[in-house]
């Protein structure tokens, strides 16, 4: 209220009843104006200084929390610039807000091209590089889509440089259309996967598709196939590819397979999906064409590409392939099956003489279920022990005497009878139960032969897989023991394919049971791939030539000269020779003739059972009369 005002009114209520003015009151009126302003001052003066020191306690702290905003905002920017990946942050108009030094770096950007407001179509315009794959939104897993908003979605985009580099950007949009993304170079960790990938796919000797790949192509094949469509897969083995291993040596082998690779892509073309299964095994998906003709037209001609000779070095080296075909629909709809038959197509290819290619059949079908029963059969017969042993004299042709017997095999099936060890020793040999036979034969005929006249030894066949799959010194150690049969009395008998499977490692185990005075035999000399090298490999005791080479020595010139021959490189290398199946008068005249060491044969004897030996120990020489 201003002062003139205020000094009315006091002048107002100090009026008496007679219009007068009271001065005393006028007075009274005014001073206590005055002390009621004095009061009043000094009370804003102590509020004045009040404020005064607050202003100044909130002045420290805001100078405080301004430090502290600054020294955030510098870490922050430490971190923002020196994270690994790239971060950019734009907002709902597509401008950018923020990003740190890598985003340009991995960008090829400058620092002007990302001043904030800078749009995405500003800057792809600006880098050297393209979008490659621009992936569909995925939804966010459920973990993190419940920690954010949801229509919140995750983006991922990839961006092929100019200069090779591949920039990988997962973008995240949020619910009001801005997006927060990091960008990292991913091109080292892309070429590992893409390798990582090839290796898983394919074989790295010949780089064909591998097993695995095959099959994912087989599947699609399948999958895609239109009703009236064929598609037939080929299965190729190599014959007998092992003994090229085994006498040239694995690069050799390795070399050899490249070039195999090459002729069968040739062949094949590039219409057909190939594939190096295993060792050397190889496939071959034909599709989309009229079948068997084609089929049977790219099998012959792989085969005759594969039967010119190949080069290694100054080597020359000869195959042949054995191939199994099995076409879709007819033969199977699924990859398994028709892998499955195709593979039965081979094993009676290989079983039909090899270098040849086989259809798949019902019949095949039919067999190979005989065979899974047999061989379930055979299991069983191991633990019942339904084998039995019989004896083959071994007849000394200078001193006219049996000089030893050999241990044959003869399963008694409870329901087939006898069945002869060549329709059960391959199988036996295939699922391994030859094994757990061949150990059981050794400890039966060791035991057999400790009741014969000291003198007369026993032959035990023994199988290739006994050397790997066993240790065969500790188990012939043990069947001795058991029998207490002196060593010298025991001979193996082992075949060419024993010592194709894997020289390095029979070698030394022969030599093993060699030094511990057992004897050691070649089987069925002169029927496997090349006798001479395996015969000069070990210092066999005896060699076994095959009866095929006997049946016709007394009406054939040749084979005479062939029989002559044999007997005197046994002799010239200090081997015993042993002719096996000799069946006549004549033809055990003649090996007395040449001077053969031992004969055995159905003339002396068929093998018999154990309890005959005895008896055909007890029989009057036999001669050629
Ligand atoms: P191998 O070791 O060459 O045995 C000789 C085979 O020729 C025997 O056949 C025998 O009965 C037969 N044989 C003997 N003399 C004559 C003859 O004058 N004329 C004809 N045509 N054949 C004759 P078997 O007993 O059927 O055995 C066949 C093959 O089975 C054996 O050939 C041997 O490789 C294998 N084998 C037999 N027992 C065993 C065994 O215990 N273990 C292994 N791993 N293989 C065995
Ligand atoms: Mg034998
Ligand atoms: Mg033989």
Same mark, same amino acid.
């Given at each position: 209220?201003?002062?003139?005002t205020l ?36 009370e804003?003066?102590?509020s ?9 306690a909130m002045?420290?702290?805001i100078?405080a929390?301004?430090?502290a ?10 971190v923002?610039? #020196?994270l690994?990946?790239g971060?950019?942050v734009f ?8 990003? #740190?030094?890598?985003f340009?770096?991995?960008?090829g950007l ?6 904030a407001?800078?749009t995405i179509?500003d ?19 459920r973990?993190?889509s419940?920690a954010?908003?949801?229509?919140d979605?995750? @983006?991922?985009?990839?961006? =092929? ?21 990091? *960008? ?16 898983? *796919? ?6 064909l598709?591998?097993?695995? *790949? ?12 239109k ?15 092992k003994?090229? #291993?085994?006498t040239?040596?694995?690069?050799t082998g390795?070399?050899? /397979?490249?070039?195999v690779?090459d002729?069968i @892509? ?11 299964l ?9 599709t ?7 089929v ?7 085969? @005759?590409?594969?039967?010119e000779?190949f080069?290694?070095g100054?080597?020359?080296v000869?195959l ?5 075909i ?13 892998l499955k ?13 090899r270098?040849?290619?086989?259809f798949?059949?019902?019949e ?8 899974h029963t047999l061989?379930?059969?055979l299991?069983?017969?191991?633990q019942k ?25 003869r399963?008694? *099936? ?6 002869s060890?060549?329709d ?5 040999e295939e ?5 757990d ?6 400890r ?6 400790? =009741? ?18 066993t ?6 150690g043990e069947a ?33 049971l060699?030094e511990r ?24 005791d005896?060699?076994?030539i ?21 007997? /005197? ?22 090996l ?6 031992e004969i ?9 059972p154990a ?15």
């Amino acid at each position: 209220m201003k002062a003139e005002t205020l000094f009315w009114q006091q002048c107002a209520q100090a009026v008496t009843d007679d219009g007068s003015i009271d001065a005393q009151r006028l007075m009274d009126l005014v001073i206590a104006t005055y002390r009621r302003h004095e009061s009043d001052y000094g009370e804003i003066e102590r509020s004045a200084e009040t404020l005064l020191t607050e202003n100044h306690a909130m002045r420290g702290e805001i100078s405080a929390v301004t430090q502290a905003f600054d020294e955030q905002k510098r870490l922050f920017e430490v971190v923002l610039n #020196n994270l690994p990946i790239g971060l950019s942050v734009f907002d709902a108009d597509q401008r950018l807000r923020l990003s #740190n030094t890598r985003f340009r770096q991995l960008f090829g950007l400058r620092r002007a091209d990302v001043d904030a407001g800078a749009t995405i179509a500003d800057l792809i315009g600006r880098i050297r590089g393209a979008e490659s794959i621009c992936t569909t939104p995925e939804q966010r897993s459920r973990k993190h889509s419940s920690a954010r908003a949801k229509n919140d979605s995750l @983006r991922r985009r990839e961006w =092929q440089m100019d200069d090779g580099r591949i920039i990988q950007s997962m973008v995240t949009i949020l619910s009001d259309g801005s997006s927060i993304a990091i *960008h990292a170079d991913i091109t080292e960790d892309r070429k590992a996967a893409e390798r990582i990938a090839y290796l898983a *796919h394919h074989d790295p000797l010949t780089g064909l598709p591998n097993r695995i *790949h095959f099959r994912e192509r087989v599947d699609a094949a399948l999958a895609e196939r239109k009703p009236d469509e064929q598609i037939a897969l080929v299965h190729l083995n190599l014959d007998r590819f092992k003994s090229i #291993n085994n006498t040239m040596g694995a690069s050799t082998g390795d070399d050899i /397979l490249q070039q195999v690779a090459d002729r069968i @892509r040739a062949s094949a073309g590039t219409e057909n999906i190939l594939a190096r299964l295993g060792s050397d095994e190889f496939a071959i998906l034909q599709t989309g064409r009229q079948q068997p003709w084609n089929v049977t037209a790219l099998a012959d001609q792989i085969r @005759r590409e594969l039967s010119e000779p190949f080069l290694h070095g100054e080597k020359q080296v000869e195959l042949s392939v054995s191939m199994g075909i099995a076409v879709a629909p007819g033969d199977g709809e699924e990859t398994d099956v028709l892998l499955k038959h195709a593979g039965v197509a081979l094993s009676h290819a290989k079983a039909d003489g090899r270098k040849r290619e086989r259809f798949f059949t019902g019949e095949m079908e039919a067999q190979m279920q005989l065979r899974h029963t047999l061989e379930a059969d055979l299991r069983a017969a191991v633990q019942k022990e339904e084998f039995e042993l019989h004896y083959q004299p071994l007849y000394d042709l200078s001193q006219r005497r049996i000089c030893g017997f050999e241990a044959l095999i003869r399963w008694n *099936h409870p329901i087939r009878g006898r069945i002869s060890p060549m329709d059960f020793i391959p199988l036996a040999e295939e699922v391994g139960l030859i094994v757990d036979i061949g150990r059981w034969v050794l400890r039966r005929a060791c035991s057999d032969a400790a =009741q014969w006249p000291e003198g007369i030894k026993v032959a035990v066949n023994v199988s290739a897989i006994q050397f790997s799959g066993t240790d065969l010194p500790q188990d012939v150690g043990e069947a001795l023991a058991a029998a207490s049969l002196t060593p010298s009395r025991l001979e193996l008998e082992i075949t060419e394919s024993v010592l194709m499977e894997n020289l390095d490692e029979v070698l030394p185990i022969l030599h093993a049971l060699k030094e511990r005075g057992i004897r050691i035999s070649m089987d069925d000399f002169g029927t496997g791939y090349s006798s001479l090298s395996y015969l000069s490999s070990f210092p066999f005791d005896k060699i076994k030539i095959d009866k095929s080479f006997v049946s016709d020595i007394a009406d054939n010139k040749e084979a005479h000269a062939i029989m002559r021959a044999i007997i /005197l490189l046994g002799d010239a290398l200090g081997m015993r020779v042993t002719v096996e199946g000799v069946e006549s008068a004549a033809q055990l005249a003649l090996l007395e003739c040449e001077e053969c060491d031992e004969i055995q044969g159905y003339y002396i004897s068929p093998p018999r059972p154990a309890r005959e030996v005895p008896h055909l120990l007890s029989l009057p020489p036999k001669t050629a009369a």
